[in-house]
T-cell receptor, first 113, second 116 residues
Framework: GDSVTQMEGPVTLSEEAFLTINCTYT??????LFWYVQYPGEGLQLLLK?????DKGSNKGFEATYRKETTSFHLEKGSVQVSDSAVYFC????????????FGTGTLLAVQP | EADIYQTPRYLVIGTGKKITLECSQT?????MYWYQQDPGMELHLIHY???????EKGDLSSESTVSRIRTEHFPLTLESARPSHTSQYLC???????????????FGPGTRLTVT
């Protein structure tokens, strides 16, 4: 079945370091892919998305490219800030009428000043 | 800006009590979802709804029940709370008319439930 495999955390970085969080997926067809972010004590917020191969989603300095050949959607940011500390979830949309999402296990990012 | 609300944000309750977690959205979305989030962060879909009077069980079995009498409202009920129900519960909604085929889900802030 469809699944998402996400890099385990926690990831601890110093401010201004480069961030990569790996995400790979297994799915039939061509799913839409998402990165959601969850700040402490809050619900999930959509960070970025891509709906077809080679699309690049971007927002707030974060980027991810939909790579069909490697079934990947890695999240990157060139220079992280303390305010980026949160849990990041990779997800794919299951095809069909339900709009169901399948989430990865989440990666905790801690950025130190 | 997502307009989806959950109440209460935090609830501590004793074993055996009946509880209802409220979820409302003002976006007119037809699809709504309930997720249970482990302390280890993983999200599990426990219920979803296609629209009014339509509800389905999710991927993770749950003793909770849901109803969808109005488009904007999707409450979750536990008839008899137990310590094993202690978790974070997240509500979400999405539109059938997704932009660019993305059909993104919008999430509420969550309810953190503790059953003692």
């Amino acid at each position: 079945g469809d699944s998402v495999t996400q890099m385990e955390g926690p990831v601890t970085l110093s401010e201004e370091a480069f961030l990569t969080i790996n995400c790979t997926y297994t799915a039939t067809g061509y799913p839409s892919l998402f990165w959601y972010v969850q700040y402490p004590g809050e619900g999930l917020q959509l960070l970025l998305k891509a709906t077809k191969a080679d699309d690049k989603g971007s927002n707030k300095g974060f980027e991810a490219t939909y790579r069909k050949e490697t079934t990947s959607f890695h999240l990157e940011k060139g220079s992280v800030q303390v305010s980026d500390s949160a849990v990041y979830f990779c997800a794919l949309r299951v095809g069909g009428a339900t709009n169901k999402l399948i989430f990865g296990t989440g990666t905790l990012l801690a950025v130190q000043p | 800006e997502a307009d989806i609300y959950q109440t209460p944000r935090y609830l501590v309750i004793g074993t055996g009590k009946k509880i209802t977690l409220e979820c409302s959205q003002t976006m007119g979305h037809d699809k709504m979802y309930w997720y249970q989030q482990d302390p280890g962060m993983e999200l599990h879909l426990i219920h979803y709804s296609y629209g009014v009077n339509s509800t389905e069980k999710g991927d993770l079995s749950s003793e909770s029940t849901v109803s969808r009498i109005r488009t904007e409202h999707f409450p979750l009920t536990l008839e008899s709370a137990r310590p094993s129900h202690t978790s974070q519960y997240l509500c979400a909604s999405s539109d059938s008319l997704g932009t660019g085929d993305s059909y993104e889900q919008y999430f509420g802030p969550g309810t953190r439930l503790t059953v003692t």
